[in-house]
């Protein structure tokens, strides 16, 4: 396989999903790796760095990211570490999320780990707020791998992508911050930025995030689109009327299609459109990794949307 063109750093999850009958599908989880899933099915070589335990989840991964086409050279088989899980199950009043990560393999990863030079070899690196919040380790070698990967002339792509059950509101407000001055493209989404930046608005959560650092934001909001800002040029897209049965991990598909056609076209506004299209047809099934669409199905999808 050839170099990665993004390398993805965070924590791969396996999920076990409660069913009607009461027993649990096993499935794939991390927005991380749903990203590099997302961008490898749209086209782009990708690759994870990451730490799993040597169970039989970490080989499920393996597995996972083999059949993908997603690169697997920097990802440690921890000996005698577990890989982290999680539960979902479901009520009168929705899903309910139990995690199983803390002392995780992933959580173990430290700047020491890093594939120093693939960073400096590769395009673009990815990583998320869930990346930052995992543990101080993660959080030093998400710092480190943007530096030695913007030092080299590529681009550190940055999802704050906030989840309070990890840290306060406080610290992931100052530290997705912090690593929003460092990073070329931003993607957050649209509740989740509102509560990091007090903000309402889109446009004006755009601004703000340019004012910090990012050349591009790539603001989504959820079935009603996108926001891409380029430079501070804004330019709003609608979503796509599509049967949505399930949302989960359209944020991390959007990203990793749009990062794929960045990387393709050199074009945000045109990376932003396709990736807008694969979100959308991401919700029409189950789970975060099964629905994401391939390049083709997304282009065939974009070109039936401009005939009708």
């Known amino acids: 396989m050839s170099s990665p063109q993004i390398l993805c750093l965070g924590e791969p999850l396996v999920e076990f999903n409660q069913t009607p009958d009461g027993s649990f599908a096993m499935g794939f989880g991390g927005d991380v790796s749903n990203v590099a899933i997302a961008a490898a099915r749209q086209g782009a070589r990708a690759g994870m760095i990451t730490r799993v335990g040597d169970d039989p989840f970490g080989a499920a991964l393996g597995d996972l990211w083999c059949d993908e086409g997603v690169s697997t050279a920097h990802v440690t088989r921890a000996t005698g570490e577990e890989t982290g899980v999680y539960f979902v199950t479901h009520d009168a009043d929705g899903h309910h999320f139990t995690y199983r990560r803390k002392g995780s393999a992933a959580s173990r990863l430290a700047p020491a780990d890093l594939p120093r030079a693939a960073l400096q070899n590769c395009p673009m690196f990815y990583a998320s707020g869930i990346s930052l919040a995992v543990s101080p380790s993660m959080q030093d070698t998400v710092t480190e791998a943007a530096a030695l990967t913007r030092a080299a002339g590529g681009v550190f792509a940055f999802d704050p992508n906030l989840r309070l059950a990890l840290w306060s509101l406080d610290a992931a407000r100052e530290t997705t911050h912090r ?33 910090l650092g990012p050349r591009i934001v ?84 974009l070109e039936h949307a401009v005939r009708g």
Do not use: W
Request: hydrophobic share 45%; aromatic share 6%.
């Open 179 to 211: 690593c929003m001055a460092t990073c070329d493209i931003a993607l957050p989404g649209l509740d989740d930025a509102r509560q990091l930046t007090g903000l309402n608005t889109a446009e004006d959560i755009a601004r703000f995030y340019h004012d």
């Open 218 to 301: 790539a603001l989504t909001l959820g079935a009603e689109g996108v926001l891409i800002s380029v430079d501070r040029a804004q330019r709003r897209l609608s979503g796509h009327p599509v049967a949505a049965k399930d949302a989960t991990g359209a944020g991390d598909c959007f990203n990793g299609a749009f990062l794929a056609r960045l990387l393709a076209t050199d074009d945000p506004f045109a990376a932003a459109e396709h990736a807008n299209m694969a979100a959308a047809l991401s919700t029409t099934g189950f789970g975060a990794v099964t629905p994401i669409p391939t390049l083709s199905q997304t282009r065939n999808a």
